[in-house]
């Protein structure tokens, strides 16, 4: 079974309104009577392929126009991923983006199915609020990655939303959307592949290829790349 089939297999929504796949994970917190079985959207025997990625949208900061692009793949749950946005990040939009030097694009990548409702629920305020609320998860994330049970993950989440000003009805609208969750997944896997990612955060400057970095190396590429 590959990567996209574990996260997305045996989907179904729980009675909170959040997500559990229950073949691939285990059973549910809340037992069987909680689980509504999802329908047609979440069917893990579909492939890639089958799905239609056109309508999620890249996650962009800075000016369009800018000479350089930077790519970041993280993942919501990844600890080198919370590091860098809760302080490398920082600096790198105050030096580089900011100043229109970089159009900075950030895109998920869903090791395991509680990064992927994070970024369902980061995603759920559109682009205007999406950098936001990454901010918000990764600031918290030591605590709802260890609040417990999925039920208590999601509902860490959806607190997180609450946070940044959406209320409950869209959040489990944003939650229970099975075909966005699939194309998101799907849209990972094609970007993954073509940047050719294996771990997080990984970072795509100008078509090239880097591993995480300090803060420092990252300015000796970046300041390279002006230049050039």
């Not at 079974?1 to 229950?22: D, E, S």
């Not at 105050?94 to 509680?114: H, L, P, Q, T, W």
């Not at 998101?184 to 290829?209: M, R």
Request: proline letters at 3%; hydrophobic letters at 40%; a negative charge.
């Amino acid at each position: 079974m590959n990567r996209r089939n574990v996260i997305l297999g045996g989907l179904a929504t729980l009675g909170v309104g959040g997500w559990f796949a229950a073949s691939s994970f285990g059973s549910s917190p809340l037992g069987s009577t909680a689980l509504t079985p999802f329908v047609g959207a979440a069917n893990a025997q579909t492939t890639e392929a089958d799905v239609d990625t056109s309508g999620i949208t890249e996650m962009v900061m800075g000016d369009e126009n800018a000479p350089v692009t930077m790519i970041e793949y993280a993942s919501f749950t990844c600890p080198h991923c919370a590091t860098f946005h809760n302080d490398t990040f920082k600096k790198l939009k105050a030096d580089y983006i900011d100043s229109g030097k970089v159009k900075f694009i950030y895109r998920e990548v869903y090791f395991d199915r509680y990064g992927l409702w994070a970024s369902m629920v980061a995603r759920c305020g559109g682009q205007e609020k999406f950098f936001g609320i990454a901010d918000l998860i990764y600031k918290s994330q030591s605590e709802w990655t260890r609040a417990g049970e999925p039920a208590a993950i999601v509902d860490e989440l959806r607190k997180i939303g609450r946070l940044a000003g959406l209320d409950n009805e869209t959040l489990d609208e944003c939650l229970k959307d099975g075909e966005k969750a699939e194309a998101l997944v799907a849209w990972y896997t094609e970007n993954s592949k073509e940047d050719d990612i294996s771990s997080t955060p990984s970072f795509v400057i100008d078509g090239k290829k880097h591993s995480n970095m300090s803060y420092a190396d990252m300015k000796e590429i970046l300041d390279e790349a002006l230049a050039g």
